[in-house]
């Protein structure tokens, strides 16, 4: 009767203690997990928060070279903007141009800095359109000109 | 069963601690990261309202053969600019250029210098580093 009691409360004991590292465990692991997801979504948001960038060109003068429009994209935010047909897509009057009609120069800028996006002069017509650049996360401008 | 309660007891509160431990070290920075870059977006959004300029001279000089215009801006605004930051273009096309100040203060001006290659009339346009601008026309 003794030796079951005792064993009674050992059983209890190992069950109590496996229970609650069992519990502490997926606690522990949730915990990871959401902290993870909502560091790389804050720290995402963040970089939302601080890119920026404008479409600088005179309307009424946009500058051609070896058939290719020239628009200019400064860096009007706080981080360093990744400039290449990856991370940018330009629309003309809604239309998204394919990646091999246009391509940025340099590769990167920093706030302030200005880089150029050449646009086939093929997808172009003469008129007035509308150039909407869509960067990172996201960000975009918008601008109309006259060709 | 006393035992059992305090085991698991201690078991429990040392994740909890853990997880608070985590938690301020992962999610904290963020958030302070956060609110940093809308502190960053407020200033910027709040210096874009207080930047102005205005173009109020376009010369175009012969210097030794090399044709210069000379752009005069006056910061119209109530922020202090940074020459080193301005774009400028000519006809449209980006112009590298030198400036007689590093900074523009309030109610000054500093005159841009930029190399031409033809005379003929020109039209400028003067762009901050917050993106504000301002055009002019030169006839020749």
């Known amino acids: 009767m003794g030796f079951s009691l005792t064993s009674t409360h050992l059983i209890f004991f190992i069950t109590a203690i496996s229970l609650a590292g069992i519990v502490s465990g997926i606690f522990i692991s949730v915990t990871m997990n959401i902290s993870n997801e909502f560091s790389k979504k804050g720290q995402s948001l963040a970089d939302e928060i601080n890119i920026d960038f404008q479409i600088i060109n005179d ?23 990744v400039t290449d047909n990856e991370t940018f897509q330009i629309f ?11 391509y940025l120069t340099p590769d990167h800028i920093y706030p302030y800095e ?28 918008t601008f109309i000109f006259t060709i | 069963m006393g035992f059992s309660t305090i085991g698991a007891t201690l078991i429990i509160g040392i994740s909890i601690i853990a997880m608070l431990s985590i938690f301020s070290t992962e999610i904290l920075p963020v958030v302070f990261d956060i609110n940093d870059s809308y502190r960053d977006l407020e200033n910027r959004i709040l210096e874009k309202s207080q930047t102005s300029i205005n ?36 006809n449209g096309t980006k112009k590298s250029f030198t400036a007689t100040k590093s900074v523009i203060h ?11 290659s033809s005379s003929g009339s020109k039209r400028i346009k003067v762009i901050t580093y917050n993106g504000v601008a301002d055009y002019a026309e030169y006839g020749g």
């Open chain 2, 55 to 90: 173009i109020t001279n376009v010369t175009l000089s012969n210097v030794g053969g090399n044709l210069l215009l000379n752009v005069t801006v006056k910061n119209t605004g109530s922020v202090s600019l940074n020459t080193s930051d301005f774009s400028i273009l000519v």
């Open chain 1, 92 to 102: 003309i009057d809604g239309n998204l141009i394919s990646k091999s009609k246009y």
């Open chain 1, 59 to 81: 309307p009424d003068n946009i500058p051609e070279t070896s058939g290719y429009y020239i628009f200019y994209i400064k860096n009007t935010g706080e981080n360093k903007i």
């Open chain 1, 114 to 141: 200005v880089a150029e996006i050449h646009v086939d002069n093929s997808t172009i017509s003469s008129g007035t359109h509308k150039l909407k650049a869509v960067g990172p996360y996201g960000i975009s401008d």
């Open chain 2, 106 to 116: 309030p109610e000054k001006e500093a005159i841009f210098t930029i190399t031409v």
